[in-house]
């Protein structure tokens, strides 16, 4: 999930579709606990970075529009959830979006920050939570007179669950939640849902023959990668910026490449062009299935996949070579979602091949993640956190979230699709990919995606109709 600077006022432009919309806003900073859950060294603080923008709510008393920050750049965040820039003049709304403690430049130890667990210790979603709620404290006060205002939590992916997970936490400072593609049950799923959705979407893309070849295509690469001659082929074949030596380098990091690309292709499979994770065509895993749309095999195949691949890593045609060292935008933090992938966001993955999906078989270890984890961060997983923190497979005490997901999304099997609790709302959008709900209206958007936004200020506005309807007791 991988899924992702600014001083002074900025002006960004969203890179999608044919918007032309530009988002303005402040940054500003506020100086945070390092720790909120111990009394130990309170003095200890660092530097919040969050972007405000209250042109649409001049006499301050609207309700705040909150993104909770998730892996990556806050900026990038903000260029790319135009439903609520969209949303804030409708209901006269301040916006906000608050960075992520150790992602963009929100780092508590400034450039240290990734050299110890010690530091990397704090870096936790529950920690993350109570800079926002801090955060909210300080911006949007309440007091014996007055109340605070209104506040709806929005975020996509590891944000949508947080969005969830503030208002489950802190219900009463947040008084709504958007949670899009949120797996929040992704701990507890089946190891195998999201290769087997990730095979479905490439199968049905174009034609089966896409994902049946991307099947083939890693028995090819590794009989490539046993012989000098074959590695030269390689080499030669997909222009990497940097020469594979040995097998290793093929069965290893280049194929840990390619299954990223083929999940970040599915994510951002929307219906017109965008630069999210990569600039990209629209619908790009049908514009990447178009080049495997028949049967290959041997070098004919490889020939074929490295023009595939080229939708996603230079459809702009500046790339020289082919990176297959990171598939992600550099705003992204993969390292830190690294580090949280092995602490307490640990969601199994397995693949079983063969006809249950379309990559190499690959069971879940459980030893070995840990393993991997001790050797490059010095900690081991806690697989039950997310569980005993905050509820897993039971939402029961849940109120006022929208979980919404995209089932062209191979996500959506760790998201909340059914509930027995009726405070809660489910949202499918059959033809969405990751979040695109939380993105900027479009012309190519289909029908279940405007629906679904649709749904989204219903719930909004119920929410702040009761938020308004409580009375002080006091």
């Known amino acids: 999930m991988a899924y992702l600077p ?19 806003y402040q940054t500003k900073y506020l100086d945070v606990p390092l720790d909120h859950f111990s009394y130990v060294n309170e003095s200890v603080t660092f530097k919040l970075r969050y972007l405000t923008n209250d042109t649409y709510n001049p006499d301050g008393s609207g309700p705040i529009l909150f993104y909770t920050g998730n892996e990556g750049d806050i900026e990038l965040f903000a260029q790319n959830t135009g439903f609520m820039w969209e949303l804030a003049p409708k209901l006269k709304a301040s916006l906000v979006f608050a960075e992520h403690r150790f992602y963009g430049k929100t780092l508590p130890f400034g450039n240290a ?11 936790t979603s529950e920690q993350a939570l ?5 955060l909210l404290a300080q911006i949007n006060p309440s007091n014996r007179t007055v109340r605070a205002r ?7 992916s590891y944000g949508g669950m947080l969005a969830a997970w503030f208002r489950m936490k802190y219900p009463h400072m947040v008084a709504g939640a958007i949670a ?7 701990f507890d799923t089946d190891c195998g849902v999201f290769n087997q959705i990730l095979t479905s ?14 099947g083939r295509s890693w028995d090819v690469l590794k009989n490539y990668s046993s012989s000098a001659d074959g590695l030269k082929t390689l080499n030669e074949k997909f222009k990497f910026c940097s020469n594979l030596t040995k097998a290793e380098d093929v069965t290893g990091t280049f194929f840990d490449y390619l299954i990223d690309v083929y999940g970040n292709l599915a994510m951002i499979n929307y219906p017109y062009n965008s630069s999210f994770l990569a600039p990209v065509p629209a619908y790009p895993v049908r ?26 890593y230079n459809y702009n045609g500046q790339a020289k070579c082919l990176n297959i060292n990171s598939s992600y935008d550099s705003s992204m933090g993969d390292l830190g979602w690294g ?23 690959q069971p879940w270890d459980e030893k070995k993640f840990s393993d991997d984890c001790f050797k490059k961060f010095g900690v081991r997983p806690r697989p039950i956190a997310p569980a005993y923190i905050y509820g897993g497979q039971y939402l029961e005490g849940a109120s006022n979230i929208v979980f919404s997901n995209g089932l062209l999304d191979p996500w959506s099997g760790g998201g909340v699709l059914r509930s027995g609790n009726s405070n809660i709302k489910i949202v499918l959008i059959p033809e969405g990919a990751h979040h695109i709900d939380l993105r900027a209206a479009d012309d190519n958007d289909p029908g279940s995606v405007r629906a679904a936004r649709q749904i989204h200020v219903q719930n909004i506005q119920l929410w702040l109709k009761q938020y308004r309807k409580v009375k002080k007791t006091f």
């Open 6 to 24: 600014i001083l002074g006022l900025a002006v960004l432009a969203l890179l999608t579709g044919q918007s032309s919309a530009k988002y303005e």
């Open 339 to 361: 580090f949280q992938s092995c602490t307490e966001m640990v969601m199994p993955m397995c693949a079983e091949g063969g006809s249950r999906d379309m990559f190499p078989k």
């Open 287 to 312: 514009e990447f299935c178009g080049r495997l749309a028949q049967n290959y095999t041997g070098l004919e195949l490889l020939t074929k996949l490295q023009e595939a691949l080229s939708i996603y």
């Open 113 to 123: 920050s990734y050299e110890s667990p010690r530091h990397l210790g704090y870096l």
């Open 150 to 156: 209104p506040v709806v939590a929005f975020g996509g």
């Open 201 to 214: 979407v490439f199968s049905v893309a174009y034609t089966k023959e896409c994902s049946l070849n991307i």
């Open 130 to 134: 109570a800079d926002f709620a801090y």
């Open 180 to 186: 899009a593609s949120a797996p929040i049950r992704q």
